[in-house]
């Protein structure tokens, strides 16, 4: 878990660990609400099992359970320990002495290390990380899978493109010129140079297994992933019915849909192969469900918003993932993570793209040794779009966008309050109460025009936006006096003020309706979104614009069928990712809040095509932007391990 910077409050002095205290110290920690119920248990439950009464395995393995739940992987005792925990607030605890701590950690029975080759319930490796053995394992499986098909050479020859033994080359496919992979990239890519990246970016996924395109909104990555389909197809190295198109939500899903339909259109002339494909989406887990249960065959997966997948789920993928296929991976490495412990798209990425050092103990629990930088196998694999074809990068948003990334908080601030250009402005928010008339401004000037509108409807238009406008309120927070829960609330009840909201009636026309739980029964996914309708008949209907149904038509979900949900006129930050708006507005809250990050900041700025406003202080925008995500993992480490010492 990532340590507040603020030290103990006045008159709140550490508690140090004494032998044998392990229980007393959870139950102040638990008490002063540092740890969970589950974290509480957990770390009981490892000192029963442990058996050995000292403090230093019950508190290590609650403090392990507590990071997870903010998106760790591990702990690090290196980062913690001798040191106050939490850095604020009453109830602070003095962590043991990292040799002392490793030591105790080391002679327990419960604590594997790296190899052993038994199970149990926590893992502790040479670098001083303790893990959870679910999430070790997981990992160790992503290490090993990327590296796997990062160093598989996929057996293409690149002038003759003859596939080795084993390849899929049908006998009556079509054929490259003599010209070989140039050739056809040639024609995919007509006036691009060798070394543009969209380009590399294609003859990467038809030489490796491994394929990472990491870019910002607007840098073409789906209409890369477009090039590839066309290229795999066109050269025969793919079948059109293999190539899997997936992304970690409906909503995300649906996007990449569109997009790779939009271009297989444009491409149709240059790689008449693609006629045969249909391009259709599912999410991640749809995808590896339907592969469990019916053995889906696949040559390719593309796999959207990567920075969205969690290390439990990407182990799950490759795991599944066919022998001989290819993973084609899309993502921003600068956004935010995932919500489950891990970073695996930024990890992989950073590993991909820069030496990677590697920390090794010159002697157990005694010192940290460093060896020389070392390349990743992924190195070759990782292509980063940097041109923006959606925004000038020297407009609002795009200088606002690079400056956030750069951690360059003046920047940031500046690039809000330049009153030359109105794509991107900083206006104050000064404390709840006006928060509260932000809510009620915003549902009179948004809102209640959007359910007037849908009161007209008698089921999905026929052409044209739906009722609900392409402006969307983010919120760095979910819940308290600046969160989107609390906007919700303000808004339906100025909405209920104003007669468009009947009481006891729970679906209302124009009520937007967001799914909060995969469903297969419905094949409705966390993070899709609705709104509710008239049909012809009077009876309320969800529609879903993103989404189709199995015939292609527009998606109606009776409301009891739909699966646990709630009204959203604001999202959370991390609720909008993989969705696009016309205009945006983003409430970061106050300066203090650990939940306004650079990353947050950077994916609300990014949701916006055309504009967007910062409701909140020039402190609090510079406080996210230095204030950068932090999560504890060892797999960039892992990625490097068989790579050449240079």
């Not at 950073?350 to 629990?365: C, K, L, Q, T, Y």
């Not at 609002?396 to 991107?424: E, H, I, Y």
């Not at 202080?617 to 999560?631: D, K, L």
């Amino acid at each position: 878990m990532r340590q507040p910077k603020d030290r103990p409050r006045a008159g709140a002095s550490p508690t140090a660990v004494p032998p044998a205290a392990a229980v007393p110290v959870l139950d102040t920690l638990y008490g002063e609400g540092h740890l969970a119920d589950v974290d509480l248990h957990f770390g009981r439950l490892i000192g029963e099992l442990d058996g050995g009464g000292g403090p230093e395995l019950p508190l290590a393995a609650a403090l392990a359970s507590a990071w997870t739940r903010d998106g760790h992987a591990c702990l690090a005792l290196s980062e913690v320990a001798g040191r106050d925990w939490p850095r604020t607030g009453a109830g602070a605890v003095r962590l043991p002495a990292l040799e002392s701590w490793m030591e105790a950690l080391d002679a327990s029975p419960i604590v594997a290390r790296p190899g052993d080759g038994e199970r149990r319930p926590l893992v502790l490796d040479r670098q001083g990380r303790l893990y959870l053995e679910r999430l070790r394992t997981a990992e160790q499986a992503v290490a090993d899978g990327l590296r796997r098909l990062a160093e598989d050479d996929a057996g293409v020859d690149p002038k003759g493109l003859d596939a080795a033994s084993g390849g899929r080359i049908p006998e009556s496919g079509p054929r490259p010129e003599s010209d070989g992979l140039d050739a056809a990239l040639d024609q995919l890519f007509p006036g691009a140079t060798p070394d543009d990246r969209p380009r590399a970016a294609a003859r990467t996924a038809v030489l490796r297994r491994l394929c990472v395109v990491s870019g910002g909104p607007g840098t073409g990555k789906t209409t890369t992933a477009a090039a590839i389909v066309a290229l795999l197809v066109e050269l025969g190295l793919a079948a059109p019915d293999r190539i899997a198109l997936a992304a970690p939500t409906g909503k995300a899903a649906a996007r990449l849909q569109e997009a790779v339909r939009g271009q297989r259109q444009a491409l149709l002339s240059r790689a008449p192969a693609l006629e045969g494909f249909d391009p259709r989406a599912t999410t991640v887990h749809r995808w590896l469900l339907h592969h469990v249960r019916k053995g889906l065959a696949a040559d390719a997966l593309i796999l959207d918003e990567g920075s969205m997948v969690d290390l439990t789920l990407m182990a799950q993928v490759l795991r599944t993932l066919p022998d001989g296929a290819r993973l084609v991976l899309l993502g921003d490495a600068s956004q935010l993570a995932s919500v489950q412990p891990g970073s695996v798209f930024a990890d992989l990425c950073r590993a991909g793209g820069e030496r990677v050092e590697i920390r090794e103990p010159a002697i157990p629990h005694s010192g940290i040794a460093k060896r020389p930088p070392q390349r990743s196998p992924l190195a070759s694999c990782v292509v980063e779009l940097v041109h923006n074809w959606r925004f000038d990068e020297r407009g609002g948003l795009g200088r606002l966008a690079a400056a956030v990334v750069r951690g360059d908080a003046p920047a940031a601030v500046a690039a809000l309050q330049d009153p030359s250009d109105t794509a991107v402005e900083l206006r104050p928010l000064p404390d709840a109460a006006a928060f509260e008339r932000l809510a009620v401004r915003f549902a009179d000037e948004w809102f209640a025009p959007a359910l007037r509108k849908a009161r007209k409807l008698r089921g999905p238009p026929d052409e044209g936006a739906g009722p609900l406008p392409s402006f969307r309120v983010l919120c760095a927070h979910r819940v308290g006096p600046f969160g989107a829960e609390r906007f919700n609330r303000s808004v339906e009840r100025r909405l209920r003020a104003l007669g468009l909201v009947r009481a006891h009636d729970a679906f209302y026309p124009g009520r937007p309706i967001l799914v909060t739980r995969n469903d297969p029964r419905t094949r409705l996914s966390n993070g899709d979104t609705g709104v509710v309708l008239r049909d012809a008949d009077g009876r309320a209907q969800v529609w879903f614009p993103e989404l189709e149904d199995a015939e292609g038509g527009p998606r109606l979900v009776p409301p009891a069928r739909l699966p646990p949900h709630e009204s959203f006129f604001a999202l959370t930050v991390h609720r909008a990712q993989g969705s696009e708006y016309d205009e945006v507005a983003v409430v970061p809250g106050p300066a203090d809040s650990r939940v306004a990050t650079r990353e947050l900041l950077y994916t609300a700025v990014t949701r916006a095509r055309r504009r967007m406003v910062v409701y909140g202080a020039a402190e609090s925008v510079a406080a996210a932007v230095e204030r950068p995500t932090e999560r504890s993992s060892g797999l960039r480490d892992a990625l490097a391990r068989s790579a050449v010492r240079e």
